[in-house]
């Protein structure tokens, strides 16, 4: 249902009524910062390169094949964008402390800032094709069949690499020696 609604907002919007891309945005602004914000480790980071998604989309919006969903569509302009972030920056970048909840007392929050930075940099040491199914899966709550679409391989191969990177997560974290075996 919902891939036809977009379809149905993509035309609404080529015919004038710009209301309609509100919709899209609000349906996928989510899902496209939590990948923005995996991939780029930096809330202002990702907070941009969704926006520059969005405005891309909009500006090439009559470019849409309405034979693939406009998420999937979306996806790619999205970590094109964060792609693109990630290669004008400074290697030396570090992951933003304030992902990090305070709801904890403050050795909790140290322990557990820990777990998530370990887990960060464990995350962005995996090949792209690993690192964006478990992004897709964990932090973007997609399902097999949504991140197949998104990422245009087959289910299979979704299941077929999550499997691998959560091995190679594994093994990075054993490295580390944030886990133990």
Sequence with gaps: MTEREDKALVRECLDGD??????????????????????????????????????????????????????????????????????????QDEVNPNLVSRDKNPEENYEEGVIVEQVQAAIVELPLEYRRVVVLRHFGNLSYREMSGALDIPEKTVKSRLFTARRMLQEILLKMGAVSA
């Design 18 to 91: 710009t209301r309609a891309f509100e919709v899209l945005v609000d349906r996928y602004q989510g899902v496209l910062y939590n990948v923005a914000l995996r991939m780029l480790h930096n809330q202002e980071d990702a907070m941009d390169a969704t926006q520059t998604a969005f405005v891309k989309a909009y500006e090439k919006l009559d470019s849409f094949n309405p034979q693939f969903k406009f998420f999937s569509w979306i996806y790619k302009i999205m970590v094109n964008e964060s792609l693109n972030m990630i290669s004008r920056r400074k290697p």
